[in-house]
């Protein structure tokens, strides 16, 4: 009933898999707590990393003003660490300005993007930098982007020495090849990484096609198949407003066609995906493991998954986490 | 794309908010703004309470206390709810996701007790599912009377009378179990559909009953039943009839106050906009408006209801009527038909007219209770996938339906077990059915009420607002733990009153306490057996999943 009797087949890899933190700070420092807590051989963040606030703290008379959660905050200019760290536990960016900035950025849609930009590649490069100080030398750090965070980010982490990026490539695991894709379909919300089910379809298959026949596979794919029950989110009308059914939201899969087609052609050992926060769970698609740990960033909790690989490319076993 | 807890705009370029000197700057990204708003919150809390339940509970008050009366439970049961809900507003600023009590004490108090309180209420929802269907089958003699009535069919009316041995109710039970399990394994929006509307019939049955009682005299609801049951006196004969068996009537303050676990229960569903506090907007704001009406309007009904019923039928009618039914059957039967647990429905169809508000007051309890175990199936089978998410239960219990996109398993299991406890609530003595669905929802309550006094303890971080001071934080906290402090000893005040009453709300005999030995253990033995199976088996260990992260 608790799964199969694995036998002889001892754990050559255990992954440990978390996603969409958006720029939680909390989240991020848990996220690399977990190779120690949970003795993960490999920790893979899988996308939609970037956070997406900005909170303008605005310095007047040795005070600092901002608005959070709806409240306006005024604190002394001493306490700005503290205010920045609060902040940014909650995936926001704190970023000091005078008023005549404020009205700049927003009078000025590009100069506000380019601020977000270069807010995301800093907080990168502080990530990077905290993963190459707090983990041992032999935990596998793998960053890959999802379809909320800006392309510019790449090479943030493409360049650092301690994180992998290996987005739309194969990366050698050991007894497994993993191949990622944070590129999901259509949104509505016309995000960076979009395209169509046919081409995303295809850049599955691309890839898969170059791991060597009979080579055991993961996919680290940012959208969850469709109708898996890893995709449940609740069902919008054309405003963008859920629609309400029986006095409760409607439900509806949002996932990926050409994802689940890709997992039922190919079966590989184990499907990573994220995007859905509230979707979190593991469903099977035939021999294929596929696991959305959600997420809850927002509050400070990281959501993740442990899976331990056996020498033959299976999948031993695998537990969702709350930490 | 992000849940629909995200705070994001949606389409468009990095936009700002608010004030010229506080605005918050979004980029564009995907995910949703929090859209439930007060209305569509309400509409949920209001979805979430059977409505035409009231009378259950009123009856089961009538029957089980001498000199009851309904006025202070009502308003007592409201201002328990009403503290809870303040309570649960902390909860859910601290923690604004979907999920309730088990989310809440996993967070706050521990992994754990999250787990346990899980699958207890997994139990109980289960548990509740066969009460439920229980309520629905001993309405069907009076569903079959109304319909008979309706279509002049003595034939249909008469056979309810053959529907009221324990086996028959069983039976009945489990009809009603497979119809709420056929009904599942359509997709989840379809589902939501037929709940709605079944929703709307029966407040559409309460409204028009409130009507009646409000547009008729006493003198009229006297005639009424005289027709109704064919005898000239029914009212009066009633009413001598209890006399002679020895109910006392009047009121008391001390069955009024004994009578509120009933209303507790009554109001149960009510602060249900947490279960979706994911959805909100501005969550903690959101969900407190829409609690108060929701809770507010409840009030007015169902004492609006209550003072009809007082006025139309009177007290003395309704407690002799009510416990000449269970004290002496045989001689209530000889002057009417009415059924004696039917309460203000049954009232309603003695002033009923038309067929059509026969049909609407035969069929309300039984469709209201489909619509509530829908509801809760719904809850069960989720909270069913969380466990098997984690590895306390096996995963296969949280497989998806190729076809219809039902969890099949999760919902077989439910039906299964919710039909032996059918079995189990209609041939074996295991005490006040009600009651100990209340003692279970006591519970529900003093955790939640626990909950939210450890909150400022154990994670004062989730409550605290960046760049508040420390005099202002502290008072804050003070505030969150006074509140949670109330809940848990209005929660424990509800439990004492079940526990000095268990003589009604579910005698601590061996069947009762086996039952809630059950409930209350069935998370740590499912825990520790899962683990030492696991353990066997040198799979993962189940305690990585309760592990905290270091935040720093």
Redesign the interface.
Known sequence: ???K??GSRKRELRIYFAT?V?GSE?CF??FL??AR??EADVIILGG?F?G?????V?TEGGM????????????PEA?WD??AA??G?AGLYPVRMD?AE??R??AD?AA??R??RSEIAAQMQRWCDLAAERLDPSVRCIITPG??DPVDADAVLAAHGRVECPELELCDLGPVTMVSLGV?PT?????ERECTEEELGKQISEMLDQVPAGRPSIVNLHCPPY???LDD????DTT???V???????????GSRAVREAIKRYQPVVGLHG????S?????IGRTLCVNPG??Y?????RGA?I?IAQDGSC???????? | ????????V??G????G?T??????????????R??GIP?AT??S???VAVVNTFINFNAGLTDFAKADMYLPLVAGAVIWLVAMFAYRYLLR?????GGEYVYL??IVS?VAGSVAGLGIAVVFTYVLSTNAHFAAQFTPFMLSGLGAAFHSTAVANAGNHLTSNIAIAWLSVVVMLIVAALSLFS??I??????WL?VLQVLAFVVLIGMLAFNSHADFVSALATYSNHPNAYGAIIAGAKANGVVFGTSIAAAVAIIPFMVLNYNGVLYSYY?G??LR?PGRTYLYASAISIGVLVVLWIGVWALLRARAGLTFMQAQANLGVINPTAYGKITSLSSVAGGLGYGMVLSGDPITKILFATAVPLAEIAVNLAFLTVTTRVL?AQA???LL??RV???GERN?A?NVAISIVVVVGIGFCFLTSLVNLGSIVALQSLFFALILLAGGVAATMLPLRRA??LT?????DDARKKWLRNVALVGGATTVLALFTVYELVAHSSVYGKFQWESILTLVIVLGAGPVIYVI?RA??RQ????D?N??M??????
């Open positions: 009933m608790w799964g009797a694995k969409d958006h909390v420092r848990k707590a977990a807590v949970y939609d970037a997406k606030a900005i909170v303008p605005l600092l003003r901002a608005r959070v959660g709806g409240e306006e905050v005024t604190v306490e503290r205010l609060d902040l536990k008023t404020l009205r950025l927003s849609e506000l993007d601020l977000f379809n909320d999901v949104t509505p919300w016309n995000t109708a898996s029950g989110a609740p069902e919008l963008l407003k859920p309400i059914r029986g006095g409760r939201p409607s439900i509806i899969p949002v995007h859905i926060h509230e979190r769970g593991a469903q099977k997420s809850d927002s509050s400070g909790v990281l442990v331990d031993l076993d695998f537990l969702l986490t709350t930490g | 794309m992000t849940s629909s807890s995200e705070a994001s949606p389409a370029a990095a936009r700002a608010g010229e000197s506080t605005r918050l700057f979004v980029r564009q990204t995907s995910g949703l703004v859209e439930l569509a509409g949920i209001l979805a979430s601290a923690v604004p996701r979907a996993s967070r992994p989840v929006r589902v939501a559909r037929i709940i709605f929703i979706v994911g959805e501005r996938f998410f984690d590895r096996p995963v949280a497989d998806i996109h969890p971080d989730l607002t960046p760049g508040m001071p899962a199976v696991r088996r040198n799979a993962l189940l990585m999943a592990r905290e992260l270091p935040p720093e």
